[in-house]
């Protein structure tokens, strides 16, 4: 995540405020990095209308802001499942950086039911390939990184920790189904925040559902209670190895407003 106060930002910061009331443009010629302090624009692209000093906490308080469309073409348009990846590895702090942006993403009562392994090593990666279906235990092999994505089934023992305004651990001891039904829907949601957010901090995904659970379960989880949902390899992928965009499904073919 990049912070206001990097340099980057300073050379060029461009910010459209969500009700498109007006633009906000930083001053770089301030003098000063602190406080902030942007200038008003109309939208018509006249002369400034105002001026103000921003802190960060009065930075919090300014309505949602929209990703511009180089973001969400890294997030999704030019985003592609990778293959084949280049040997450049993934530092621990990497993988650290990813995991604490998508905690923040929501789940059912706070549950946060995921829990990841991070295969890197050589004898790790040659035992979760060994778990592939064949297709996939090469690309396993050959990534830098494949993460696990493993729901835990005793999730609501860290309720009272997530959740402490009430008592929704006794939701669900002694509920199977919801116990189930919730640390499989929410772990893969999770894993889903994981995709984009290995996206956001530049890297390439390739997740898989093509391998034997009960191996992996065996291999990663055992005398847990945790069991594997899906892998996602991480890492820099090959471009050159990528095939065209298979085609998806338009609006009115996934969708309805009612």
Not at 58 to 82: E, G, Q
Not at 193 to 210: E, K, Q, T, V
Request: proline content about 5%; glycine content about 6%; charged content about 20%.
């Amino acid at each position: 995540m990049v912070s206001l106060a990097e340099p980057a930002i300073w050379n060029m910061a461009y910010y459209l405020a969500a009700d498109a009331h007006c633009t906000f443009v930083l001053d770089t010629n301030t003098g000063s990095k602190s406080p902030l302090t942007y200038w008003f624009f109309s939208l018509s692209g006249a002369s400034p209308i105002g001026r103000t000093a921003l802190d960060s906490v009065s930075i919090s308080k300014m309505k949602k802001l929209m990703l511009n469309d180089d973001a969400l073409d890294l997030l999704f348009r030019n985003a592609r499942t990778h293959n084949v990846w280049l040997e450049k590895p993934v530092s621990d702090e990497l993988l650290h950086q990813l995991y604490d942006l998508m905690k923040y993403g929501p789940t059912s009562a706070n549950s946060s039911p995921a829990r990841i392994v991070f295969v890197k090593s050589p004898e790790a990666r040659e035992n979760l390939a060994a778990c592939m279906s064949e297709g996939n235990a090469a690309k396993t092999r050959q990534a830098p990184v494949t993460a696990i994505i493993g729901m835990d089934f005793k999730f609501y023992e860290k309720l009272p920790q997530l959740f402490p305004h009430t008592d929704a651990r006794s939701w669900f001891v002694g509920n199977q189904p919801l116990i189930d039904a919730t640390a499989f829907r929410n772990s893969a949601l999770q894993g889903a925040y994981l995709i984009i957010a290995a996206r956001a901090l530049g890297l390439d995904c390739g997740p898989m559902s093509g391998f034997d659970e009960e191996k992996v379960n065996a291999a990663f989880f055992a005398g847990t209670s945790v069991k594997a949902n899906f892998v996602c390899s991480l890492g820099y992928g090959d471009h050159s190895k990528l095939f065209p965009r298979s085609p998806r499904l338009s609006f009115d073919e996934a969708c309805r407003i009612t």
